[in-house]
């Protein structure tokens, strides 16, 4: 998250010095490349706690996205769950 954070403000930067605009070609491509692993990440964790992924959708309906997020920051289940064994961390 950090890192994600970090280039998205160093790209938007640079957008607002080449382009004149915050929403430039970099910040914008950035954006669309870091979505496909934030989502993994985001549907792993959501295995974690022995929720199905398509939790994720939730967050397109207003007012409902609330509860993906509440979710995540849950306490993972301890030991296996029918998406597979738990960590040894």
Same mark, same amino acid.
């Given at each position: 998250m950090?890192?994600?954070?970090?280039?998205?403000?160093g790209l938007t930067i640079v957008d607002l010095f080449v382009f004149? +605009?915050? @929403?430039?070609i970099f910040s914008v491509f950035a954006s669309l490349t870091l979505l496909l692993?934030?989502?993994?990440v985001t549907v792993r964790r959501l295995? @974690?706690?022995? $929720?199905?992924?398509?939790?994720?959708? *939730? *967050?397109? +309906?207003? $007012?409902?996205?609330i509860a993906p997020i509440?979710?995540?920051?849950l306490r993972g289940t301890a030991g296996a769950n029918?998406?597979?064994p738990g960590s040894t961390a």
């Amino acid at each position: 998250m950090l890192f994600q954070t970090l280039l998205t403000i160093g790209l938007t930067i640079v957008d607002l010095f080449v382009f004149g +605009v915050p @929403d430039g070609i970099f910040s914008v491509f950035a954006s669309l490349t870091l979505l496909l692993p934030g989502v993994a990440v985001t549907v792993r964790r959501l295995h @974690d706690i022995d $929720f199905s992924g398509w939790w994720l959708l *939730l *967050l397109a +309906v207003p $007012f409902a996205g609330i509860a993906p997020i509440i979710m995540i920051c849950l306490r993972g289940t301890a030991g296996a769950n029918r998406f597979g064994p738990g960590s040894t961390a």
